[in-house]
T-cell receptor, first 116, second 115 residues
């Protein structure tokens, strides 16, 4: 079974530029998550999708970040315009539908963003 | 709100020894899940083990076991017979019930296995 795929793996941009990240979850997984991991910290949830609907985007900086999950499969996270503090690893995770507490999230390799 | 505390920023352990990584948590949810993930230098978060708040027995997965003490709100990870490949960051995380499935992570512990 293929894991969660993400691209690109690395991205370097200048501040005020825009950038987009792509995620393809494990086949059949209904729930998709985007996390931001700043160096030296644990990941923090940005947005959670159930199929193609948003469940939780309370910590997404909506003035610059946007995300979509068309057709309930692939997802794209965009930052426009980027700030220096957006430098981080962006992790995508997915989980299947089942008993809520046992929904293990499986992560992709992440995209390391550097904003200069 | 949920909170995870990992008080060991770094640990050095001799190869083949057992190691315990500490994790305490706080939550107001009556039911919750506890997870441990491993993050090698490559950056990917690898799922290791899961414990449900109503599980009577401690979870085990190969060389990994979770020492769950509900009254103390602790969920320590025990790795038996450590190997050089165990060197990585280890994160404790928790999720809540319906509508609160997101993972709340601790700050992690960097484990280094010494040959």
């Amino acid at each position: 079974e293929a894991g969660v795929a993400q691209s690109p793996r690395y991205k370097i941009i200048e501040k005020r530029q825009s950038v987009a990240f792509w995620c393809n979850p494990i086949s059949g997984h209904a729930t998709l998550y985007w996390y931001q991991q700043i160096l030296g910290q644990g990941p923090k949830l940005l947005i959670q999708f159930q199929n193609n609907g948003v469940v939780d985007d309370s910590q997404l900086p909506k003035d610059r970040f946007s995300a979509e999950r068309l057709k309930g499969v692939d997802s794209t996270l965009k930052i426009q315009p980027a700030k220096l503090e957006d430098s981080a690893v962006y992790l995508c995770a997915s989980s299947s539908q089942g008993p809520i507490l046992t929904n293990t999230q499986y992560f992709g390799p992440g995209t390391r963003l550097t904003v200069l | 709100a949920q909170k995870i505390t990992q008080t060991q920023p770094g640990m050095f352990v001799q190869e083949k020894e057992a190691v315990t990584l500490d994790c305490t948590y706080d939550t107001s949810d009556p039911s919750y899940g506890l997870f441990w993930y491993k993050q090698p230098s490559s950056g990917e978060m690898i799922f290791l083990i899961y414990q449900g708040s109503y599980d009577q027995q401690n979870a085990t997965e190969g060389r990994y076991s979770l020492n769950f003490q509900k009254a103390r709100k602790s969920a320590n990870l025990v790795i038996s017979a450590s190997q050089l490949g165990d060197s990585a960051m280890y994160f404790c995380a928790m999720s809540g019930g319906f509508g609160n499935e997101k993972l709340t992570f601790g700050t992690g512990t960097r484990l280094t296995i010494i040959p």
